[in-house]
């Protein structure tokens, strides 16, 4: 039984989230907002110690820091703008 109510608090959390997710998503009123946010929602989703939204250029050459949370600020100077292949993030 414990087992069960776990497993229902966890789903009822990850809607709640996503529930959030989408209200603030229909809310923000500009790109920056909106990554913001988003930065944030996972930041707390996934209870990580950071969290980071990147675009990529057109090319898919560049990736550009748009927002972040508790990266440390070296990090963000220094990552405000990274070649795709240089990002941790992933590979194009």
Same mark, same amino acid.
């Given at each position: 039984?414990?087992?069960?109510?776990?497993?229902? =608090?966890?789903? /009822?959390?990850?809607?709640?989230?996503?529930?959030?997710? *989408?209200?603030?998503? @229909? %809310? $923000?009123?500009?790109?920056? =907002?909106?990554? /913001?946010?988003?930065?944030?929602?996972?930041?707390?989703? *996934?209870?990580?110690? @950071? %969290? $980071?939204?990147?675009?990529?250029?057109?090319?898919?050459?560049?990736?550009?820091?748009?927002?972040?949370?508790?990266?440390?600020?070296?990090?963000?100077?220094?990552?405000?703008?990274?070649?795709?292949?240089?990002?941790?993030?992933?590979?194009?």
């Amino acid at each position: 039984m414990l087992e069960k109510t776990q497993s229902l =608090e966890v789903e /009822r959390s990850r809607l709640a989230a996503l529930y959030e997710a *989408a209200v603030f998503v @229909a %809310s $923000a009123d500009t790109l920056g =907002e909106l990554a /913001r946010g988003f930065a944030r929602q996972v930041h707390k989703v *996934a209870h990580a110690d @950071a %969290s $980071a939204v990147r675009w990529s250029d057109e090319a898919n050459r560049r990736y550009l820091l748009q927002a972040s949370v508790g990266l440390p600020q070296h990090m963000i100077d220094e990552e405000h703008c990274v070649p795709a292949v240089s990002c941790l993030c992933g590979q194009p």
